[in-house]
Nanobody, 126 residues
Framework: QVQLVESGGGLVQAGGSLRLSCTSS????????MGWFRQGRGKEREFVAAISRSGSSTYYADSVKGRFTASRDDAKNTAYLQMNSLKPEDTAVYYC???????????????????WGQGTQVTVSS
């Protein structure tokens, strides 16, 4: 079974930064668009950020635009989510996902992704 593994979550004060990583030993990321989603307690899973297979296109939810940056290093088979200026409302479990797709386009819907990680907790204290 294909698994994605996230890391880098933790507890940080408001205004701080974290960098999440996502990797897999079964999946070769160069063939997939990558995305990040999050789910707060009692909330539905929501889209956060996406990056195309080429890495040339990114897309962000309005709530994180200008603060979060998605990137990828296919040589390391790793996707990243750099999170700056964190706010308490960013507290959630963050998931990475991989989806088949064209080279240049991003995916913003969870149903467009084929593989998911188990999630990593991000907690931002005020």
């Amino acid at each position: 079974q294909v698994q994605l593994v996230e890391s880098g979550g933790g507890l940080v004060q408001a205004g701080g930064s974290l960098r999440l990583s996502c990797t897999s030993s079964e999946l070769t990321f160069s063939g997939y668009a990558m995305g990040w989603f999050r789910q707060g307690r009692g909330k539905e899973r929501e889209f956060v950020a996406a990056i195309s297979r080429s890495g040339s296109s990114t897309y962000y939810a309005d709530s994180v635009k200008g603060r979060f940056t998605a990137s990828r290093d296919d040589a390391k088979n790793t996707a990243y989510l750099q999170m700056n200026s964190l706010k308490p409302e960013d507290t959630a479990v963050y998931y990475c996902a991989a989806g088949y797709g064209s080279f240049y386009y991003t995916k913003t819907e969870s149903r467009e992704y084929n593989y998911w990680g188990q999630g990593t907790q991000v907690t931002v204290s005020s």
